[in-house]
């Protein structure tokens, strides 16, 4: 039951990024639910001068050819800034936001040094969540199309079986979970010191998590001299020290220019108990504007009793959290990018690290346990400076 605690705030509710290890259960915190009402921002338009096209990057023929194929045309202003240096050997510290491009702006220049090589550089790419280690796999497969570019994926629930037998055909490409990594490097399975480059994708999401030894672990066995490929969509003093620890004289290159959340109308929705919860939630999501809704809930069974509920009032609707498959949470994604569902039900874990377009609208179906997965949720929506909606129910009179 939801105790709205009126002396609760953001302050005392943010975890220690160091509090807790990978996989330990959080303490749930009662957040003020006044956190949860902010009206959108308007913020006046930008103008980012881009000064490359993709042309410019003298990539392979190949490479050229995919990036055209994929309907690019125009580098973001991540990857306008990122993919020179990054060709060039230079460490980068890039600082932007989940859905600005982020994986073409290091996908891109590994490819092209793999081609430049004839094959000889290996990259190695850490990712939060296997959600998001799944993304970049699909990125990167349809940019390096047709080049004989070999990349594996090797994360949790995924047969383990299946990842040895492609680790051992040497690929051009690993991208992993640091778990994962971490069992395949002690299981002497995968050998990091033939790898050239590293890519630490959502670094401060890495470090929420609390994968930071494993990270520090793995980064022990790559050879001392290598490129390193750096990005957080935040900068905090844990971050700071990574980076003096991680990178060798990078290219500083920061094109977050405000928080997703600004973009985000944020309001609760106060019910008496779980059975009005469930009629409201109903009402809500009959509403035409609700066109791609994210829902979140506390547990797992939570998550699914609300995805029955709803497929059984007619919704489309698919769930996924940390007991299902992961070909079948993979499924679920991608029914949900591809508009195939509308709704998709999630927990806090299962959610992280997803990047999918035209969310509409968030709905916190159980209140998050902390102020720093209120603002990770809602900020599922409101991407690339578009609005979104943020909806909490609040249980209690």
Known sequence: MYTPNRSSSYQNSRPNRFSHQRGAPRRPVTLDPRLFINAAQEQPTEEVVIKHMFTDFKFAPLLERNVLKKGYAKPTPIQDQTILPALEGHDVLGIANTGTGKTAAFSLPIIQQILSSQFGKRALIMAPTRELAEQIKDEIKGLALDTNIRGTLVIGGASMRDQTQSIRRNPHIVIGTPGRLKDLVDRKILDLSTFDILVLDEMDRMLDMGFIKDISYLISFMPEKKQTLFFSATTSRDIDKLIQNFLKNPVKISVKRRDTAVHVEQNVVRVIDGREKMTKLNEILSKQELKKVLI????????????????????RVGAIHGDKPQSNRQRVIRMFREDVISILVATDVAARGLDIANVTHVINYDAPATYEDYIHRIGRTGRADHKGQAITFVEGR
């Open 296 to 315: 979140f809930g506390r547990t797992k069974a939570g998550v699914d009793r609300i995805t029955h509920n709803l497929y059984q009032s007619g919704h």
